[in-house]
């Protein structure tokens, strides 16, 4: 925990605030329980409401409420139904871009 804050001097931005609300939760997830174990990747850290996720701006560096924050493991925050949606979606759209892709290079062979 030490070593989280003395990284955290160096932080900026939304790094800063995630570090702060991952403190605050005291490195734990905030729906099962389960503890970050130092070395592994980070735990995501989830806006409750919804409308506020994917918001980007200077405001991080000035917010110091973080009610609207919690800590999620990687699981937890993966199976959150409207986290599971955007992920279906994001798939969905990967495979009609690549869909299109063969198709363009299709075309062109058949041009040169």
């Known amino acids: 925990m030490e070593l989280i804050k003395n990284q955290l001097k160096y932080l ?15 490195q734990t997830c905030q729906k099962c329980g389960k503890r970050w174990i130092e ?3 980070k735990f995501d ?3 409750i409401q919804e409308e ?11 917010n110091k409420d973080f ?8 699981r937890c925050h993966l199976n959150l139904p ?7 979606r994001k ?10 892709k063969e198709e363009m290079t299709a075309l062109r062979n058949t041009v040169n």
């Open 12 to 26: 900026e931005g939304r790094d800063w605030l995630r570090e702060q609300v991952r403190m605050r939760d005291n």
């Open 67 to 74: 009610t609207g924050l919690i800590t999620l493991c990687h």
């Open 82 to 88: 409207h986290i599971r949606a955007k992920m279906s």
């Open 91 to 100: 798939h969905i759209y990967s495979k009609v871009n690549q869909k299109r």
């Open 39 to 41: 070395g592994q990747r």
């Open 45 to 47: 850290v989830h806006h």
């Open 52 to 62: 506020y996720e994917n918001r980007t701006g200077r405001r991080y560096e000035n």
